[in-house]
């Protein structure tokens, strides 16, 4: 679902867990971390966009987890030219995402990144609120410092 001018509707995910650590899941054959995130399907809202994105890559569901907070606005990114593909004969251009933060409220051990036919990730770790902005990739950076910021706050309260 790319909009008139390019981006992708996307969500993107924050997990923690008891200890205020995040969610950081490994890209399948790669060495590039980040948070789970995913596309939405026609006619579907973002809180089900994320159930369903949410469960297709780290295995959870709604039981497993508690919505604390969402950014009020999208959060855009761009792609590098390299990264840009046509989609239903539209050029995406980079990403509008919501992003939900989420505590973990069952076990590690529901964390399964496997559940789908072809897993995006193939490890996971938890980490301080500061490691995803030193190992996301670049062009991500700026939508995650902009998602942390609104975010984490809810946190403290």
């Known amino acids: 679902m790319i909009d008139s001018k390019g981006y992708r509707k996307n969500v993107g995910i924050i997990i923690c867990n008891s200890k205020n650590k995040l969610l950081m899941c490994k890209r399948y054959g790669e060495n590039s971390w980040q948070f789970p995130q995913g596309g939405f399907i026609e006619n579907e809202s973002p809180e089900k966009a994320m159930y369903r994105e949410l469960f297709e890559e780290v295995g959870l569901e709604a039981n497993d987890v508690l919505i ?84 984490l706050p809810i946190l403290d309260n």
């Not at 509008?96 to 995006?120: M, V």
Request: glycine share 2%.
């Open 68 to 151: 604390l907070g969402k950014t009020k606005n999208w959060l855009k990114y761009d792609l590098p030219k390299k990264y840009q593909r046509k989609t239903n004969n539209q050029l995406c251009l980079g990403q509008k995402q919501i992003w939900f933060l989420l505590r973990l409220t069952s076990s590690d051990k529901c964390i399964i990144l496997n559940k789908s036919n072809r897993p995006e990730f193939d490890d996971w770790q938890w980490t301080s609120p500061n490691k995803p902005l030193e190992v996301v990739i670049d062009f991500k950076k700026n939508v995650y410092t902009q998602a942390l910021k609104e975010l």
